[in-house]
């Protein structure tokens, strides 16, 4: 069964400054990847997947994320945040042997001005 | 067009009563899924629906959740003996055919409060 960690609970940057946060999956074949984000009484938006090919995929919001197979990694990044990006943000795993998505805990960013 | 419609937004009810919560998903998603979160916690899978049938409900945590999609449309997931630990927020997401081939798009979620 496919699981995915997000070692970070917490995360502070300052507006302007870059941000990656981390996720790390485990499956034994080729995952999707996806990347949500909740903001305070907001449901989750996806800002980016992964399915296949380019492993540098670009988001909404100036995201992207980067599928390491060799670190089973699928980092997400941001060159340059805003006040407005603060939020949580959570990973998850799919799979093409069944449909269920996996979601990590979650990371919350803040954002100093 | 309509995004995902769950209702009610809040519930409250005392330990032991039965509740309904429902989902109205995206016109034309075949696949529906259901979560459940807790403060602090990313979502927990609970159940995942391929047209009408159930095609994992593995994440249930105990048969006094039940969950049927009878149309292959609306969803209603149906908690029994409620107790203080079902607490959370209900969520509701659906996808337009298999979710490893296409993304999830989420509703705004039921919170419910047992008392």
């Known amino acids: 069964a496919q699981s995915v960690t997000q070692p970070d609970i917490h995360i502070t940057v300052s507006e302007g400054a870059s941000l990656e946060l981390r996720c790390n999956y485990s499956?034994?074949?080729?995952?999707?990847l996806f990347w949500y984000v909740q903001s305070p009484g907001q449901g989750l938006q996806l800002l980016l997947k992964y399915f296949s090919g380019d492993t540098l995929v670009q988001g909404i919001k100036g995201f992207e994320a980067e599928f390491k197979r060799s670190q089973s990694s699928f980092n997400l990044r941001k060159p340059s945040v805003h006040w407005s990006d603060a939020a949580e943000y959570f990973c998850?795993?799919?799979?093409?042997?069944?449909?269920?998505?996996?979601f990590g805990k979650g990371t919350r960013l803040h954002i100093l001005p | 067009g309509a995004g995902v419609s769950q209702t009610p937004s809040n519930k409250v009810t005392e330990k032991g009563k039965y509740v309904e919560l429902r989902c109205d998903p995206i016109?034309?998603?075949?696949?529906l899924y259901w979560y459940r979160q807790s403060l602090g916690q990313g979502p927990e899978f609970l159940i995942y629906?391929?047209?009408?049938?159930?095609?994992?409900d593995s994440g249930l945590p105990n048969d006094r959740f039940f969950a049927v999609r009878p149309e292959g449309s609306v969803s209603t997931l149906k908690i029994q003996r409620t107790e203080r630990g079902d607490s959370a927020v209900y969520l509701c997401?659906?996808?337009?055919?298999?979710?490893?081939?296409?993304?999830?798009?989420f509703g705004n979620g039921t919170r419910l409060t047992v008392t």
């Open positions: 998850a795993v799919g799979t093409n042997r069944d449909d269920k998505i996996i």
């Open positions: 016109s034309g998603h075949t696949a």
């Open positions: 499956y034994g074949a080729t995952p999707y």
């Open positions: 629906f391929q047209g009408t049938g159930a095609a994992d």
């Open positions: 997401a659906s996808s337009r055919d298999r979710a490893g081939g296409s993304p999830l798009h």
